[in-house]
């Protein structure tokens, strides 16, 4: 192999090998973007479970109240018929 087809090689190879950095730091970037979209979504879910659950809590104290206040009521009605 002559000398200017070794360095014609070596060129390529540099070349190829300068173009997969390229690519792998792009992924990485790309990784590290979202991994802060998946983290940023948890967040967000973890939020939405609160309010669910809070959701539910003010649901069942809310029935736990009407239901209170419809025996208040029928103990009132009783009441006044007497």
Known sequence: ???EMKNRYVEYLFDRLENVEL???AMQLVLEDLTKELSRSNRMFEKLNELQSLLEEERESRKSLERENT???EQLQSSGNL
């Open 1 to 3: 192999m002559s000398d």
């Open 23 to 25: 690519d792998n730091r």
């Open 71 to 73: 025996k208040l009521k």
